[in-house]
């Protein structure tokens, strides 16, 4: 119904910089807010950036400063600018939104397959 694609992964050297790419496509009506979370296989799925359809983004302490969403959530896209990458940043990276596949339908969230972020020491 719903597809989410990321792109723009890869290696960078610390200190780098890399932007990520994530587009919606589907039966979507409506968008509520897109995000970016990432995961390494030894943690959890955490929240790395969020736009909301107002316009209003908020960012985890560990990235605030270095990272920056970006987009146009009414064309389903949104961008993740990543800078200063540091080792701990690698991680995969996904793409989520919430959203609703017709009107009046409840609000749902899709997830990306994610995309791989390496950052070399």
């Known amino acids: 119904q719903v597809e989410l694609v990321e792109s723009g992964g890869g290696l960078v050297q610390a200190g780098g910089s890399l932007r990520l790419s994530c587009s919606a496509s589907?039966?979507?009506?409506?968008?509520?807010?897109m995000g970016w979370y990432r995961q390494t296989p030894r943690g959890q799925r955490e929240l790395v950036a969020n736009l909301v359809s107002s316009g209003n983004t908020n960012y985890p302490d560990s990235v605030k400063g270095r990272f920056v969403i970006s987009g146009d959530i009414a064309q389903n896209t949104v961008y993740l600018q990543m800078n200063s990458l540091t080792p701990d940043d690698a991680a995969i990276y996904y793409c989520?939104?919430?959203?609703?596949?017709?009107?009046?339908?409840?609000?749902?969230?899709?997830w990306g397959q994610g995309t791989q972020v390496t950052v070399s020491p």
């Open positions: 989520k939104a919430i959203l609703r596949t017709r009107s009046g339908y409840p609000w749902t969230q899709w």
């Open positions: 589907g039966s979507i009506f409506s968008i509520n807010a």
